[in-house]
């Protein structure tokens, strides 16, 4: 059972470029979770899906982050008009199981962006 | 808001001593806590969890704590090793994980 994949694992992108992070959850795992991390910081809650559906997305600015997890295919990170502070590691984690059944979250290795 | 703080300043310690690293939380107890290991430049793994309900979590050489009169939880590590070198994480479960900024500790040969 291969284990959360996120690509790209580094991304290099000028001022005002899009960026568009994939993750692929784990087989049978229908939670995905996208989290921030600088340097020597935490993981910065951005937001929550559940297939098809956003259940919270109280961690991601308003404009010109968006995120899906449709059906079909990975869930997409997606980062208009990038700016240099957008520089990051963005990671993904997806779960079999809600918050309310102790889910345990499987993460991926992390997807590097660098704005130039 | 929720606020999770772990100690910032690296935790130095030597092999094959015990290393106890805390997380202390303001505001509501959550439903669970867990524990998370990370490498530089790698996602984070988990490790441990421990319910409200539970005072105390062990597997192998680690141990969790959780009191939730303090608002605190204790991870430990006994007879550590190099190895055993990382960031450790821990996070609470509320309508969504939230994360600590993480305690890096160094185990020395």
């Known amino acids: 059972n291969a284990g959360v994949m996120q690509n790209p694992r580094h991304l290099v992108r000028r001022r005002g470029q899009e960026a568009r992070l994939r993750c692929s959850p784990m087989?049978?795992?229908?939670?995905v979770y996208w989290y921030r991390q600088l340097p020597e910081e935490g993981l910065k809650f951005m937001v929550y899906?559940?297939?098809?559906?956003?259940?919270?997305e109280s961690g991601m600015p308003k404009e010109r982050f968006s995120a899906e997890f449709p059906k079909e295919g990975p869930s997409i990170l997606r980062i208009q008009q990038v700016v240099r502070g957008d520089s990051a590691a963005y990671f993904c984690?997806?779960?079999?199981?809600?918050?309310?059944?102790?889910?345990?979250?499987?993460f991926g290795e992390g997807s590097r962006l660098t704005v130039l | 808001s929720q606020k999770i703080e772990q100690n910032s300043e690296a935790l130095n310690i030597q092999e094959g001593k015990t290393a106890t690293l805390t997380c202390n939380y303001t505001?509501?107890?959550?439903?669970?806590l867990q524990w998370y290991r990370q490498d530089p430049g790698r996602g984070p793994v988990f490790l441990l969890l421990?319910?409200?309900?539970?005072k105390e979590k062990r597997k192998e050489r680690l141990k969790v704590t959780f009191d939730t009169t303090l608002k605190q939880s204790l991870f430990h590590i006994t007879a550590s090793q190099p190895a055993d070198s990382a960031t450790y994480l821990c996070?609470?479960?509320?309508?969504?994980?939230?994360f600590g900024s993480g305690t890096k500790l160094n185990v020395k040969p």
């Open positions: 984690a997806s779960s079999p199981l809600g918050l309310a059944d102790t889910g345990e979250l499987f």
């Open positions: 087989k049978g795992h229908s939670h």
């Open positions: 899906l559940q297939k098809e559906n956003i259940i919270d």
């Open positions: 505001n509501y107890s959550p439903a669970y």
């Open positions: 421990i319910r409200e309900n539970e």
């Open positions: 996070a609470l479960a509320f309508n969504k994980f939230y």
